[in-house]
Every structure is written in C-alpha cells, then in structure tokens.
C-alpha cells in the first residue's frame, strides 16, 4: 500500500519548538512520509509558491499558525486565499495553532480564523491523531497509543467518569450553548469556503446558495441548490438559551423529483446526518452520531455528499 505524503509548512523559527517534533510524531505512522525542511518559510518566501510546490508533491499539507508565521508580511490576499488552493482530489491543507488564538489569527485573516484548527496546547499527541483522522490514515493515534478511541486524545488522563461528568455539566448550561454556536458556525463557515473553492475549480456547473449568512437565535441554515435538481441542506437548531441537550445539527442532501404549479414540489432524502454537541474537555467540542467527529470531518462529510452524488448523475447521463 502506497504511504500518504505530508509536508509542513512553517515558520523557521518554529522547526525545533514544534514542526520537527510533529515530523518525528508522524514519522512513526508507517502509513505517512512526511518532509518539512523543504518548506520552512523565511522572509521574502512566496507563501502560495511553497503551498502550491507542497501540494504537487504531497497529498496533504500542514500549515503551522503562528506570530512567527504571521511576521513574514503575507500578503491579504495570500492569506485569504490559503485555503482556496484545495480542489475536488482531495487535497487538503491542515491548520495547526501554535501559540496563538483565533482572536489574533482573526486579526491577521477572518477567513483563517473562520476555519477550523488544531491548537499545540492539546499536545503533539492530539494534533498526530487530528491529522490521522482528518487524513483517513488506518492507524490512528489509539493504535499507535494502545486507546480505545479519539476521545481518549482529548482527555489524556482523565477518566471516562470526569469526561462524563464535564459533558453534562457543560450541555447544561449556556456556556455549552455558546461553544456549540461558534463550532456550528465554523463547519458553516468550512462548508462555504469549500463549496466555493469547489465552484472555481468546476466551470460547468453552478451551485445557488440561499440565506448563507442567515443566524437568528438558536438557529444557523442555508442551503445550495445543485445540478440535477439536487439540494443541499444545512441546519443548526438548539431553542433552549441555557442549555445545549437538544441541539442538533443536519446535514442533507435532497432530490426535488416534480415541481408542477400550483402543486406543492416534491421531495426525496437523498443522505442525511445528524450529529449532537459533545464536550470531552475544556473549551473542546466534538460532534455525536455512530462516532465523534471534528468540525473538520463534518466539512469534509458534506462536501463528498455533494460530488459523489453529482458525479452519480452525471454518469447516468454519458
């Protein structure tokens, strides 16, 4: 089987600190081959030049934020645009926090800070097995740690009493309210940028978004009407101002089969995910349904909903 290439893209003053002890951490999963000296970014580097010279060469890049990253004077436009460069083939760029908070990457970009990432206060550990995940590397960080499951990442130590206990005593109250929000409101965000992306990168057809800034109190929605009379639908709903337990974010995809006036339009449930609001840890947030899952996966999830089913239309008409 063929190892899933990585490049990390930093900063040169932070390689000892964190971008080789990442290297060295990933290099233990023989799934990966992994290069970072390559791609140590100093003064005068063209940001989207390294970016684009990783991405021809590896399947996935890491991209290490920090004030150091952020001192090489990017350009606005090189920063907003960082993203951008991901396509339908899967490549993905991966977002690392080191020693910074999404209030001052806010400052430096709002589409950076609107995407989701991996702080290095939760330990190489936690960042090796957000990658594997995100990556779909067969052996995950449980594996290689001898856990059970993503959860114990998060928690390290603690035991599945405390996580229980904090879980709960967070969805009650409206601090858990609020973390789901903003998580939600990140995976919209993700969701966005990468329709968008898609969008640029495929010329024949056309997505339509509805309502994508729409946020009124306990409710987040928009949704894209696609090719062949395909729609899909994203909402998240939670009316209790004080608590997070019925929360939920939807994610669908929906087939409008007739549409004859004055008849009301009718509708087929093509896919559909539900997931809750989940709290492991501190600030953390994953989101509940046969698994946990990050912002991340929810993103990724909606974006193969989408082109599978295009591209299973499509062939029925070749």
Not at 70 to 96: C, H
Not at 103 to 112: A, F, H, T, V
Not at 223 to 240: A, C, D, G, Q
Request: aromatic content about 8%.
């Amino acid at each position: 089987m063929s190892k899933i290439s990585i490049f990390i893209s930093h900063a040169s003053e932070d390689k000892d600190e964190i971008a080789r002890p990442l290297a060295e951490a990933l290099k233990d999963i023989p799934e990966y081959e992994v290069w970072y000296d390559e791609y140590s970014l100093t003064l005068g580097d063209s940001l989207r030049e390294k970016i684009d010279e990783g991405l021809s060469k590896c399947d996935y890049g890491v991209v290490i934020l920090s004030d150091n990253f952020f001192s090489k004077s990017w350009t606005q436009l090189e920063l907003d645009g960082l993203f951008a460069l991901q396509t339908t083939n899967r490549k993905v760029i991966l977002p690392i926090w080191h020693k910074i908070d999404r209030d001052r990457i806010q400052s430096y970009s709002p589409i950076l800070a609107g995407r989701m990432g991996v702080s290095t206060t939760e330990g190489i550990s936690s960042i090796v097995n957000a990658i594997s995940t995100a990556t779909g590397a067969t052996q995950t960080l449980a594996e290689i740690t001898q856990t059970d499951s993503l959860l114990d990442s998060f928690i390290a130590s603690d035991n599945e009493v405390t996580v229980a206990n904090h879980h709960r005593s967070t969805l009650l109250s409206a601090r858990g309210v609020k973390l789901a929000e903003e998580s939600a409101n990140a995976i919209k965000l993700g969701v966005l940028d990468r329709l968008d992306s898609v969008q640029k990168n495929v010329s024949n057809y056309r997505f339509e978004v509805k309502h994508p800034r729409e946020q009124i109190f306990g409710h987040q929605s928009f949704n894209v009407r696609l090719p062949w009379s395909l729609i899909f639908n994203f909402e998240f709903v939670n009316t209790v101002s004080n608590s997070a337990e019925y929360a939920i974010l939807e994610i669908s995809l929906i087939k409008e089969l007739s549409r004859e006036w004055p008849k009301q339009p009718e509708y087929k449930i093509i896919n559909q995910e539900e997931v809750k609001p989940f709290y492991p840890k501190g600030d953390k947030v994953l989101w509940r349904a046969r698994k946990d899952y990050l912002e991340q996966d929810i993103v990724e999830m909606s974006i193969r909903m989408i082109l599978e089913r295009i591209q299973e239309e499509q062939k029925k008409v070749i």
